[in-house]
């Protein structure tokens, strides 16, 4: 009894002092070894089971690799194509292994699979409570596949004759990029509170090369192979704004960090402020015999950028800061094709 009577006694301490620390919003929650950092994919070699992520601090001090199979004593897959993430989750997206894998986004404890109707992933996003993955098969079928986000069922298929590549949610409604590999001009909308197509989207000039959603508009960056284009569409699906870059072709990796624009031409990387039409050149990117420019993103003010090489041997991972100046470079995995802030 006496024993009993002490642990009750404690635990009532330990909630009380818990509430008080809430009251004061003192308590600071650590979810795992993989919180605030940047999560690094890493695809692999293609049909060579290498796909693998990697993290790094957010102070650049730390870097743990191979975390999916530490963690979870098994490989990952082939070719990763992009991890998304919601609340406590995030979204491994497996392309050529045809499959999404759910993992605890800070302990990266594997927590389910989703399968079905999953044919070549792109890309994934999120909206009230379904999940959205664009699938791509080359030479096969195009389409969004939906999935309830409580316990990962499929819910319904949306076809499409032409690619079916980046997706980017706002205001309910999920812009699909048609275009890959640098061709199509369209991007088909989808609402959704009923899952099914609204309209389409057809961008005047140059082809989409990416496609991105920052503070409810959806940003596409387009080339004609002389020019590029950022066009700017609201949750109306209209385009509201077109700025022009003029002689700068092949633009792409777009990225919108602290309402300035980033984004790559030829392995140069430039920026300028939403409210400007004079981009600059911050820096060329570095280089090798096999590659340039492969990854990129901004996190926090920081410039990540991955040089993939051959696919056969470690990527080279370089840091910049938002002037342009070298923070750091350290090796990942096999053809690092994204940076993710978690």
């Known amino acids: 009894m006496k024993i009993k009577n002490l642990i009750t006694g404690l635990f009532a301490v330990s909630l009380l002092s818990v509430t008080a620390c809430k009251d004061d919003n003192d308590i600071i929650v650590e979810h795992g070894a993989y919180e605030n950092g940047v999560l690094i994919s890493a695809e692999g070699a293609f049909n060579s089971n290498q796909a693998e992520v990697s993290f790094v601090t957010s102070d650049l001090s730390k ?49 389910a699979t989703i399968s079905a109707e999953v044919n070549q992933p792109r890309d994934i996003a999120f909206s009230n409570n379904y999940i959205y993955v664009t699938n791509d098969k080359y030479l096969g079928d195009k389409y969004v596949a939906v999935y309830n986000a409580s316990d990962f069922s499929f819910i319904k298929k949306i076809s499409f004759t032409d690619a079916a590549q980046d997706i980017a949610v706002i205001d309910g409604k999920a ?24 309209t389409t989207v057809s961008v005047p000039k140059g082809d989409i090369q990416k496609t991105i959603a920052y503070k409810n508009r959806v940003y596409t960056i387009t080339s004609d192979g002389v020019d590029s284009y950022i066009y700017t569409i609201d949750a109306t699906a209209t385009i509201a704004n077109t700025l022009r870059l003029t002689g700068i072709p092949y633009a792409t990796n777009l990225v919108i960090d602290n309402d300035n624009y980033y984004f790559s031409s030829n392995n ?60 750091k470079t350290f090796n990942g995995g096999i053809g690092v094709g994204g940076f993710y802030k978690n």
């Open 268 to 327: 140069q990387v430039y920026t300028m402020p939403l409210s400007s039409s004079s981009p600059k050149l911050l820096f060329a990117a570095s280089e090798s015999p096999y590659g340039t420019l492969y990854g990129f993103n901004v996190i926090d003010g920081k410039i990540f950028t991955s040089n993939a090489g051959d696919f056969a041997s470690p990527s080279e991972i370089t840091v910049y800061s938002i002037t342009g100046s070298k923070l």
């Open 175 to 198: 812009f699909v990029q048609n275009a890959s590999y640098g061709f199509g001009k369209n991007i088909s909308v989808i609402n959704t509170k009923t899952n099914n197509l609204d």
């Open 63 to 111: 870097v743990s690799e191979n975390i999916y199979s530490a963690t979870n004593g098994q490989k990952l897959g082939d070719v990763l194509q992009t991890i998304g993430a919601k609340d406590d989750k995030a979204y491994l997206v497996v392309n050529n292994s045809n499959k999404i894998e759910v993992v605890n986004r800070y302990s990266f404890k594997k927590m």
